[in-house]
């Protein structure tokens, strides 16, 4: 059992309260997910050949203590790509211009303990373990900035409490997944993707649906397409909520055994596993509160 929560916001204003509101929505899903918790954020894209490397310096021997300044001047000087920082905690989000494959690939030769959360022009990814509560106060949640976000807490049931297992999951740029449920065919999904040399990092079943369905958008399927693909490979109970630059997109299993709950106005659309979650959330009273049907595509657009 594990909480999903997600939140976009159509009024610009509301941009600026985005982690204000989204926090009281993690910690309400406590009871689901008590082991870790994350959230993935999309705020404001940088340059078209520039990205954001989110990562965690919690499997270095330094953890919250590792020197991010001295990692950016080696890095300058190795290759030159006007590297800088956003420290919080033993997360940084790195900013580089260039080629970011280049980037990584002097990444695991040099720091091969930094664990790669993230890449892409707009996404910043937290995860770790600790409460949904612990996790928001360390790195700051209640101050994030943006259009929209996917949250997730965890109770871990096929795989052990790390942070690299905590959700949400990413593939390529500016894609991520988190899941409630349980998958049973997540090594097929390996066998298939693996010989077309996509690499897993972990054990964990989530991580083969967020790959299967990036893999999908990377061939050139449009989202929907991706998500029709997902129902007849994946295999299981299943509620996804996924994350893009510019949509929040939800799916549920053909039976439907994993909760949701949305809620759209005309300021936002706010999902969680229970309403709970949602009924701190603004003009609540006069949204439009759903569950959503099984099998079918929820996109909205940021």
């Not at 373990?129 to 700051?140: F, H, K, L, T």
Request: hydrophobic residues 40%; glycine residues 8%.
């Amino acid at each position: 059992m594990c909480g999903i929560v997600g939140l976009l916001v159509k009024t610009p204003a509301l941009r600026e309260r985005l982690g204000e509101l989204m926090v009281p929505m993690l910690i309400g899903m406590t009871e689901r997910g008590p082991d870790s918790a994350g959230l993935a954020v999309f705020g404001r894209e940088v340059g078209a050949s520039q990205r954001k490397l989110s990562l965690y310096a919690g499997f270095t021997d330094e953890g919250a203590q590792f020197p991010w300044a001295a990692l950016a001047d080696a890095l300058n000087g190795a290759m030159d790509v006007s590297a800088r920082f956003d420290v919080k905690g033993n997360h940084a989000v790195l900013t580089v211009q260039g080629d970011a494959g280049r980037v990584k690939a002097w990444l695991r030769e040099h720091y091969p303990k930094l664990y790669l959360l993230s890449t892409g022009r707009s996404i910043d990814l937290y995860k770790d373990i600790g409460s949904p509560a612990e996790v928001a106060a360390r790195y700051d949640f209640g101050n994030l900035k943006g259009s929209h976000l996917v949250g997730h807490t965890r109770m871990a049931t096929e795989s052990a409490v790390t942070p690299d297992r905590a959700h949400p999951f990413t593939a390529g740029e500016d894609f991520c997944l988190v899941h409630n449920g349980s998958l049973s065919n997540p090594y097929g999904v390996r066998r298939k993707l693996e010989p077309l040399g996509i690499h897993f990092d972990t054990d964990n079943d989530t991580e083969a649906a967020c790959r299967f369905l990036e893999w999908r958008l990377r061939e050139g399927d449009p989202l929907p397409d991706a998500l029709q693909k997902g129902f007849e490979e994946l295999d299981g109970f299943y509620t996804f909520l996924m994350g893009t630059t510019t949509e929040l997109a939800l799916i549920r299993d053909p039976f439907a055994c994993k909760p949701a709950v949305v809620a759209e106005n005309d300021d936002y659309v706010a999902i969680a596993s229970e309403f709970r979650s949602l009924a701190h959330l603004p003009d609540i009273r006069n949204a439009k509160v759903f569950e959503p049907a099984p099998e079918e595509m929820y996109v909205w657009k940021a």
